[in-house]
């Protein structure tokens, strides 16, 4: 009796849950990818530079009309930080280890220029070149020009005394940078001017085809310095 009284509600229900809609399986939403790793703002490097310096003391020499002057390579360095304004536009603050020379002077022993400067530039850098390159995988690699000024200091060891004088220098500069990771490399020129302001001096310009007078010094040798660098650096 029991028994004849179940059965049909076991039909019932079974009934009714063919009535029923299947059920929709949801896919699991994918966690969001990580944003892609951005450069800090900030970073710092170092340099080693074969620095060439080229300058003309103030005072004539026995011909009365042409200045002693010095040519001469040397090794250098540079320390410098910097802040990303935009991936475009940045700025650095860098000192420079111009590093010393010897030159002749009229007389023996010989003289002596060691210089060291401290300069702030603003840098435009260029967009990721490598896909011009066809290089796989490709190397990030960004072009960049500077413009600056510096404040020079520079020591003038002679046989009739030594002379030290602070000038204001223009910077100019260019070269590529490889970002490796969370660090660059750079292959750059830089041009450190000869004193803007001062006494006015005419500086001889590609190789005395023209002179420049953008200023000078008192006594001390008005020198400009090209160096050429290779320079590390980290983002912090």
Not at 5 to 29: E, I, Q, R, W
């Amino acid at each position: 009796m029991v028994a004849c009284s179940v059965a049909p509600l076991l039909d019932a229900g079974a009934a009714h849950a063919t009535d029923l809609p299947p059920p929709v399986y949801k896919p699991v939403a994918e966690p969001p990818l990580p944003p892609p790793a951005l450069w800090s703002n900030f970073y710092a490097g170092g340099a080693l530079n074969w620095v060439h310096h080229t300058g003309y003391v103030p005072t004539t020499g026995p011909a009365g009309n042409l200045p002693y002057s010095a040519q001469a390579y040397t090794f250098g360095g540079k320390i410098f930080g910097g802040y990303r304004l935009n991936p475009n536009v940045q700025f650095e603050l860098a000192y420079h280890y111009l590093g010393e020379i010897t030159f002749f002077e009229g007389t023996f022993p010989l003289s002596h220029e060691r210089s060291q400067a401290l300069a702030g530039s603003v840098m435009f850098v260029s967009p990721n070149l490598s896909p011009y390159f066809y290089w796989a995988p490709p190397v990030p690699i960004h072009a960049f020009v500077r413009f600056g000024l510096a404040y020079k200091d520079i020591l003038h060891t002679s046989a009739v005394g030594d002379f030290r004088e602070g000038i204001l220098s223009g910077v100019f500069g260019a070269g590529w940078e490889y970002r490796i990771q969370n660090m660059f490399v750079r292959i750059e020129y830089e041009y450190i001017s000869t004193a803007i302001g001062g006494p006015p001096m005419a500086v001889p310009g590609l190789k005395g085809d023209w002179h420049v007078t953008i200023g000078g010094t008192h006594r001390a040798i008005n020198v400009m310095h090209t160096p050429i660098a290779l320079t590390v650096g980290v983002n912090l």
